[in-house]
């Protein structure tokens, strides 16, 4: 008896669970067994009381050993233990239940052959009692078909036998209606076999899908865990890019101040400069130590404003609007970039200019100046301050024969990026994981690029610098001289 496809039970790693059903039929012999007993030891006794006078010597040898036969299998009932997984200890179960079955069967078979010294009533008596204990016989073996059929078998075939052979109708109808009963009780215990088995195989079913349930629901807490942990670091980028795009917002709002701002500072700073020089030509006409060190002082004093004045236009250069076709200097621009971040880049690297003779680009000014200021800001952070003798930035301008594009490269000595990095570095939500909050001007960077025609990419390797590469179109006015 199987159930097809059915899933071994857990418990029985060797036995499967054909192993687990066969348990479970011996446990429910097991358990009934002892009430069956005392039926039969019963029954035996009324039996050899009431035929006491009629046989010669009486049945109570009989009945005596049904009864020793009665306590043997009682104690195999009480010493029975499951062993679903060791299929040699299950066969040596299977074999005393059967065994017993039989043995008991066998001896209330040997009466029927007694008819012929009994009386017709003790006859009638007799095939009560057979009939009776096959009924008592498929409840208590209803769980394992060939135990009940053991009993059966040979305790009902002499009796139908003598029925059947008998000249009295009575008799003779007895017989058939025994064959009939002898089938419908071997059709009810086969089908609660058959039943036990569809439970224990659902039984079964259901543990492992429990099981798979459970599997399951870890899982998903797993992923449900992975999906929280991945929503908590995107809520963070989001939030470090939210901040940092309102600073870039703050930044883009005081760059469109820098033009006015840089036309008031320089309305007085060209008055201070006028007047400074005109104090050094005055100082070097004085004789003396006093006149040489005022000189001195004067001299540092314009050089000073010069400085300020350069700053200030370089400042009014990248906020300027444009006007007229878009079209800007990258060698100019990338000069006023310099000098924009100049004081932090004292600290960090030197700078190595390696500009080509290129022509005017295909963008305003003001895009441009956003572009490369991005880039140099983003190269000059990128390296660790504190050694600018071990470190260079380094600006370089060129042809790109083959696309007939400018070529503009912003590299630097900081940290190596490994290819993934790289391929993340455009990225809005990734950059600042990269290479942290000054990468958010890179994504920025890819927005302009693509916005006048051109393209924008990251490459370096292991112990090389890392290197922006930009290509620009070339301005409609410049088309046809680029070499």
Do not use: K
């Amino acid at each position: 008896m199987t159930l097809g496809n059915a899933a071994p039970a857990p418990g029985a790693a060797r036995g499967g669970i054909a192993g687990e059903v066969l348990a479970e039929q011996l446990a429910g012999l097991a358990r009934r067994l002892p009430v069956a007993l005392a039926t039969v030891v019963v029954n035996s006794a009324a039996v050899a009381a009431v035929l006491h006078h009629s046989l010669r010597g009486g049945l109570w040898p009989w009945a005596g050993a049904l009864w020793l036969l009665s306590s043997l299998r009682l104690w195999v009932a009480w010493s029975y233990r499951p062993r679903p997984g060791e299929p040699a200890a299950q066969a040596r179960q299977r074999l005393w239940f059967v065994g017993g079955s039989l043995a008991n069967g066998l001896a209330w078979g040997a009466l029927p052959l007694l008819f012929s010294e009994l009386a017709a009533s003790e006859r009638a008596f007799v095939a009560v009692v057979l009939v009776g204990m096959s009924a008592g016989a498929a409840g208590s073996n209803s769980t394992y078909l060939p135990a009940f059929l053991a009993f059966l078998v040979p305790a009902l075939l002499p009796l139908e036998v003598q029925l059947l052979r008998s000249r009295v109708a009575l008799e003779l109808a007895t017989g058939v209606m025994g064959l009939v009963f002898t089938g419908a009780m071997v059709a009810i215990v086969r089908q609660g076999s058959r039943s036990l088995v569809e439970i224990l195989g659902s039984r079964d079913r259901n543990r492992a899908l429990a099981e798979e349930l459970g599997a399951a629901r870890e899982q998903l807490a797993e992923v449900n865990a992975g999906l929280e942990e991945r929503v908590r670091g995107q809520t963070r980028r989001l939030m470090e890019v939210e901040r940092e795009l309102a600073q870039a917002a703050l930044l883009a709002s005081v760059g469109s101040l820098s033009a006015s701002v840089a036309h008031e500072i320089n309305s007085p700073l060209s008055g201070v400069m006028a007047n400074l020089a005109w104090l050094e030509r005055e100082l070097a006409t004085v004789a003396g130590e006093g006149g040489a060190a005022l000189l001195e002082a004067v001299t540092e004093s314009r050089q000073g404003a010069a400085r300020v004045r350069d700053i200030v236009r370089n400042l009014g250069a990248l906020a300027a609007p444009a006007s007229g076709p878009a079209a800007a200097d990258v060698r100019e621009t990338l000069e006023a970039c310099a000098a924009v971040v100049g004081s932090e880049l004292r600290g960090r690297a030197r700078l190595v200019r390696e500009y080509g003779d290129v022509p005017r680009v295909g963008a305003d000014r003001a895009r441009l100046s956003q572009l490369l200021l991005s880039l140099v800001l983003h190269a000059v952070r990128s390296v660790p301050p504190g050694a600018p003798e071990h470190h260079e930035i380094r600006l370089r301008t060129g042809w790109d024969p083959v696309r007939r594009q400018v070529q503009v490269e912003v590299s630097d000595t900081g940290p190596a990026l490994s290819p993934d990095d790289r391929a993340r570095l455009f990225d809005l939500a990734a950059a600042p994981a990269v290479r942290g909050a000054q990468a958010l001007g890179l994504s920025l960077c890819h927005q302009l690029v693509s916005g006048v025609g051109g393209s924008i990419r990251a490459r370096g390797a292991e112990g090389l610098p890392n290197v922006v590469e930009v290509l620009l179109p070339v301005a409609a006015e410049a088309e046809g001289r680029g070499s």
